[in-house]
């Protein structure tokens, strides 16, 4: 049985950066039971020096409680362990940590029963999915769940972690075979971005440091290829949407008369004097000027916070969308959606639901089911219309006003809804406009 | 689309991003937005510590050049720091906002809590009777907090929007999910939220951010001279509620406090850090042992810790 290095030098932690232009990059980790994900995820954070002393010391402490010669790497996430050992809330955790070259959120999702809910949860708003398999079984069903739903929610890069490849000697072999199975299923997904990394997340080869064992692979570890990602264009930078959420009107003299109406840029770029088109009344003016907090600024780009103000008089409210004149999304009152169903109510046929779309609030109801989804044969069942918990399926749905609508797979932010029960208030379902 | 203008949306345009920063601004921002166009009357839950100093910052950005849109909520112990409190009297004046000061004294007086006894008794605990009260008789349907999820262990999977049942209560099982940004506010009358628009800040985050904006914090948190008692391993300031002890000396000290809480409790560290730069430097070089050498009578300098746990934040 191997164990963790822990060779008594205490991990001193990263000298924090000081201001700088990093970036930040959220990822979400799926993984089937035992693959290895906290034995993961802790020595992440353990090689890149994220652990403080005394959470180390408390780990130790565990540790050699339970019988471990080292460090158990899984304890410091044992918070949602424990959980799922006693098989109850089961939930997204978030983590940080920081390296010299970016800033990271990682959305830990314990995976099993309410699975597909906390995955597509986690998903929604990361840069990038990292999958495990454990080498000794290649890919499983579970694989082919996770990867559906990180092509499903459109997740930009995806990152196939082999391993556990100490148990299959470190085998190149093995590693082949494993992209292979992977690839004749993935084929099926959109997905654009892919790698494959051989690691030992107990051992900890390729997970930060490089591995002695598998000179064959002359790639990145799982780090650096996180920290280099391309992501600044995960963001779509063409199709400008800006969604109302509150308009400023300062009581006080010397703004007398000014609008300013705020909100975060969807997607694309605006720049003062652009001419945009105020959705859904369709008016059209100049942009007069944009600020940033206090500062005025000559563009703004997602996902920046800004307010702007308009060249002409226009009645404008929260739940509109300002649009460039000659790039508008599609309006729309019916439309199909990808929709994951999350909670443990089951959809009502042709119930009302509140919808929520960027910043409008609407109501709807699911006119139709089109078809479910069977995740882990990738196929169609157009027979079962129920829609109960983690099912996801094709609806159509039709809401009392027009929705200003982009496909999500073009737009993240403006193809995405949620759906709430007015009797519980609770949010039920997350849909992707098609 | 056509492959030209895929090519497009994908490769020129990559000059275009926020630095982590930038992007945690925007986000906070974002929500302290959603807050105001989701609820009637919320309140931000001002300590006077750096966190709810932050927030009120954002807020003032959010909101340019309107003024804060919402009442800052002070829970007072009776127990301060005379610089906490002016310090807040200055903001509040500054930023034209209204303030709402719940009192744990004047709980104590009509009798809904009981002050602590014995040797290391605080108002901690009262506290969170004082914020319900002051919740529930001022209608307050939001109350914006400046947690962080990095803070602690159960804190890893708190919601922006996080929903409190009739009485106030936390209940992690009967959370909403959050996906994209899409926060769901609905909430019936007599029910409140708390919202944290920080939730993603880590403490060097935070330390980064108040150097970058030049944002003014209390004097306490620069390290100056100052009159202090050893106790329980950290420097407790010298004040009107403090009672010495059998073999307790007062000293001069030159510290700093890191967190600021009921000024009976709040220990000091002994430091030389008298600008945000020099702060910023020692809390990225002190987080090694930060929670290392915290001994379990400690409960000075995780006072502000201990009191989000049992729900002040
Ligand atoms: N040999 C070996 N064992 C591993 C590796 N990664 C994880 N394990 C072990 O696999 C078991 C399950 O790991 P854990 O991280 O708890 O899996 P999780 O259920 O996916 O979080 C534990 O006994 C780990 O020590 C690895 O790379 N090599």
Redesign the pocket.
């Given at each position: 049985?191997?164990?963790?290095f822990y060779n008594g030098a205490k991990g001193e932690r990263n000298k924090l950066m000081e201001i700088n232009n990093n970036q930040l990059l959220r990822f979400t980790t799926a993984?089937?039971?035992?693959?290895?994900?906290?034995?993961?995820?802790?020595?992440l954070l353990f090689d890149s020096k994220s652990i403080f002393e005394d959470q180390l010391d408390a780990v130790s402490n565990t540790s050699k409680k339970k019988g471990y010669d080292g460090v158990?790497?899984?304890l410091f996430?044992d918070g949602l362990?424990d959980e799922?050992e006693q098989g109850i809330t089961i939930d997204v955790a978030y983590r940080y940590f920081t390296t010299p070259k970016r800033k990271f959120i990682i959305a830990d999702t314990?995976?099993h029963i309410q699975y597909t809910r906390n995955m597509v949860t986690g998903a929604s708003t990361a840069n990038a999915a990292v999958i495990?398999i454990?080498?000794r079984h290649g890919v499983i069903e579970q694989t082919k769940r996770h990867s559906f739903i990180a092509s499903l929610l459109n997740i930009p890069h995806l990152i196939v972690c082999i391993?556990?490849?100490?148990?299959v000697g470190f085998s190149e072999d093995v590693y082949n075979k494993i992209i292979n199975q992977f690839e004749e299923f993935s084929s099926k997904l959109l997905m654009k971005d892919v790698r494959f990394i051989p690691?030992?997340?107990?051992?900890g080869?390729n997970v930060v440091n490089r591995s002695k064992n598998m000179d064959w692979y002359q790639e990145g570890t799982l780090l650096s290829t996180l920290e280099t990602l391309h992501i600044s264009s995960d963001i779509n930078k063409i199709d400008a949407r800006f969604p109302v959420q509150t308009v400023l009107r300062p009581q006080s003299k010397v703004y007398r008369d000014y609008r300013g109406y705020a909100g975060r840029v969807a997607s694309g770029i605006y720049r003062i004097q652009d001419e945009v088109a105020v959705l859904p009344s369709g008016f059209t003016s100049r942009i007069k000027s944009i600020n940033s907090g206090e500062q005025e600024v000559e563009e703004a780009y997602a996902p920046m916070s800004i307010s702007m103000t308009l060249e002409d008089d226009i009645d404008i409210s929260r739940g509109d969308m300002i649009v460039k004149k000659n790039n508008q999304p599609e309006m729309a009152q019916e439309f199909d959606v990808m929709l994951c169903w999350l909670n443990n109510d089951s959809a009502k046929p042709r119930a009302k639901y509140k919808i929520i779309h960027t910043s409008k609030e609407e109501r709807a109801i699911i006119k139709e089911v089109v078809y479910k989804m069977d995740i882990n044969l990738f196929e169609r069942d157009s027979e079962d219309k129920n829609l109960d918990m983690n099912d996801i399926a094709r609806v159509k749905i039709r809401t009392t006003r027009r929705l200003m609508l982009d496909t999500y797979r073009d737009n993240r932010n403006t193809g995405s809804i949620i759906l709430i029960d007015e009797n519980t208030n609770e949010t039920v379902a997350a849909g992707m406009v098609i | 689309m056509d492959s030209f203008r895929r090519s497009l949306k994908y490769n020129i345009m990559s000059k275009y991003y926020l630095n982590y920063l930038d992007e945690l601004e925007s986000e906070a921002i974002y929500i302290l937005r959603e807050v105001w166009a989701q609820f009637e009357n919320p309140v931000i839950l001002f300590s006077g510590g750096k966190d709810s100093i932050l927030v009120t910052h954002l807020a003032k950005k959010a909101f340019h050049p309107a003024t804060i849109p919402f009442a800052l909520m002070h829970v007072d112990t009776g127990h301060n720091f005379p610089e906490t409190i002016k310090f807040r009297d200055d903001l509040v004046k500054n930023l034209d906002v209204k303030l709402i000061v719940g009192s744990v004294q004047d709980s104590i007086d009509n009798g809904r809590v009981a002050e602590e006894r014995g040797k290391n008794a605080t108002r901690n605990a009262l506290q969170i009777t004082t914020l319900l009260d002051a919740i529930e008789s001022n209608k307050v349907d939001c109350a914006i907090g400046g947690g962080r999820r990095d803070e602690e262990k159960a804190r890893a999977k708190e919601r922006f929007f996080s929903h409190r049942d009739d009485f106030g209560q936390w209940d992690p099982k009967n959370q909403r999910p959050e996906l994209w940004n899409l926060l769901n506010g609905s909430h019936f009358s007599g029910e409140h939220f708390r919202a944290f628009p920080i939730s993603n800040w880590t403490e060097m985050d935070v330390w980064n951010y108040i150097k970058r904006e030049n944002i003014s914090i209390p004097s306490l948190y620069f390290a100056h001279e100052r009159e202090v008692v050893f106790r329980s391993n950290s420097w407790i300031p010298v004040s009107e509620f403090l009672k010495l002890e059998e073999g307790e000396n007062v000293e001069r000290k030159k510290i700093r406090f890191r967190t600021l809480g009921d000024i009976t409790i709040t220990g000091g560290i002994e430091s030389e850090a008298d600008t945000l730069a020099k702060i910023v430097q020692e809390v990225s070089a002190m987080r090694k042992t930060e929670r290392g050498d915290r001994s379990d009578d400690k409960r000075s300098e995780t006072a502000m810790e201990d009191r989000k746990k049992l729900g002040y934040f």
């Open positions: 049985m191997f164990y963790p993984g089937s039971v035992d693959d290895g994900k906290s034995t993961l995820i802790g020595r158990d790497l899984a996430t362990k799922r314990p995976g495990l454990d080498a391993n556990k490849m100490d148990l690691i030992s997340a107990l051992l080869d | -």
